[in-house]
Nanobody, 125 residues
Framework: QVQLVESGGGLVQAGGSLRLSCAAS????????MGWFRQGPGKEREFVSA????????YYADSVKRRFTISRDNAKKTVYLQMNSLKPENTAVYYC??????????????????WGQGTQVTVSS
């Protein structure tokens, strides 16, 4: 069983930055790939980024490439999402998720078994 708690969301102006954190409980964190998803107002949940269990492989949605960076600290059982050059369309609830496999998969939400409660990110224009 893995429990995930996100933090770091908030209100930021367009062009600004935020760093999201996701703290995990459980002994298996270092063997799980981790992902970030988001759900904007009136939209379906969508993939943002993923990182392999070792941290050596990362994957991004095209819309966030070169602006967002995913990383993890297995000793701290925490995964991060650094978000730069934020845009109003990035406004969403951001969710952290754990996939019970070391590889990053295909970016589908169905590949992830554990989810956090989400943290709101609001980008003003």
């Amino acid at each position: 069983q893995v429990q995930l708690v996100e933090s770091g969301g908030g209100l930021v102006q367009a062009g600004g930055s935020l760093r999201l954190s996701c703290a995990a409980s459980g002994r298996t964190f270092s063997s799980y790939a981790m992902g970030w998803f988001r759900q904007g107002p009136g939209k379906e949940r969508e993939f943002v980024s993923a990182i392999s269990a070792s941290g050596g492989i990362t994957y991004y949605a095209d819309s966030v490439k070169r602006r967002f960076t995913i990383s993890r600290d297995n000793a701290k059982k925490t995964v991060y999402l650094q978000m730069n050059s934020l845009k109003p369309e990035n406004t969403a609830v951001y969710y952290c998720a754990a996939r019970p496999a070391p590889n990053i998969g295909l970016g589908s939400a169905y590949e992830y078994n554990y989810w956090g409660q989400g943290t709101q990110v609001t980008v003003s224009s």
